[in-house]
């Protein structure tokens, strides 16, 4: 079965700074990759994909995520960090090779920007 | 377009009764997915439907939960005699037909099921 990881349950970064998050899956074969952000007592809003093609891909809000294969990473970058971007943030995998179109997400990291 | 649409947004029912959460697609769309949220844990699957079938219920409890979408009207998840355990936010998401998965699913605001 997939498993998604996420290192960090929480990160906290100024206003400005980089915002790194990292997700870490493990599959035998290359998943498709989402990124989705969830602000409180909210849905979860998709932020970028990754299903083929070119591994850097761009999302909404400045965000973007490079896949790794040789890594099996999908972590998700923005150089500055603004307040609006506090929120909870979920890496998701599906599975192509077996038809699936259920989605896997990680536990989770929580962004706090701070002023 | 209006998005994907859940009702209620908030629920609570007592020990024993039945809950039932109602989810529209967004327009267009004819795949719906239930996902079950836990406090501070990620989204877990439940089901998978298509317009009158269960396409993967992996995940659903085997006991007390079902899940319906009809040919008219919303998807429908039912839990029958709930337990406290099941207080959790539900949510649905949808995504237009398609031969693969990589079509983005789009998700509702939840129904936030509280148990007491």
């Known amino acids: 079965a997939q498993s998604v990881t996420q290192l960090g349950s929480h990160v906290s970064v100024s206003e400005g700074a980089l915002v790194l998050l990292r997700c870490n899956y493990s599959?035998?074969?290359?998943?498709?990759l989402f990124w989705y952000v969830q602000y409180p007592n909210q849905g979860l809003q998709l932020l970028l994909k990754?299903?083929?093609?070119?591994?850097l891909v761009k999302g909404i809000n400045g965000f973007e995520a490079e896949f790794k294969k040789s890594e099996t990473s999908f972590h998700l970058t923005k150089p500055s960090a603004h307040m609006s971007d506090a929120a909870e943030y979920f890496c998701?995998?599906?599975?192509?090779?077996?038809?699936?179109?259920?989605?896997?997400f990680g536990s989770g990291t929580r962004l706090q920007v701070q002023p | 377009n209006a998005g994907v649409m859940q009702n209620p947004r908030h629920l609570v029912r007592r020990r024993g009764q039945e809950a039932r959460l109602r989810c529209s697609p967004m327009?267009?769309?004819?795949?719906v997915y239930w996902y079950r949220q836990l406090p501070e844990e990620g989204l877990k699957f439940m089901v998978y439907?298509?317009?009158?079938?269960?396409?993967?219920e992996s995940g659903m409890p085997k006991e007390r939960f079902s899940a319906e979408f009809p040919k008219e009207g919303p998807s429908i998840l039912r839990i029958q005699q709930v337990v406290r355990g099941d207080s959790a936010a539900y949510f649905c998401?949808?995504?237009?037909?398609?031969?693969?998965?990589?079509?983005?699913?789009?998700f509702g605001p939840g129904t936030r099921l509280t148990v007491l």
């Open positions: 998401a949808s995504s237009p037909p398609g031969l693969d998965g990589t079509d983005t699913q789009y």
């Open positions: 327009k267009g769309h004819s795949h």
């Open positions: 599959s035998s074969v290359p998943p498709y």
């Open positions: 439907l298509q317009k009158e079938n269960i396409i993967d």
């Open positions: 998701a995998v599906s599975d192509p090779g077996t038809g699936r179109r259920a989605l896997t």
């Open positions: 990754y299903t083929t093609g070119a591994t």
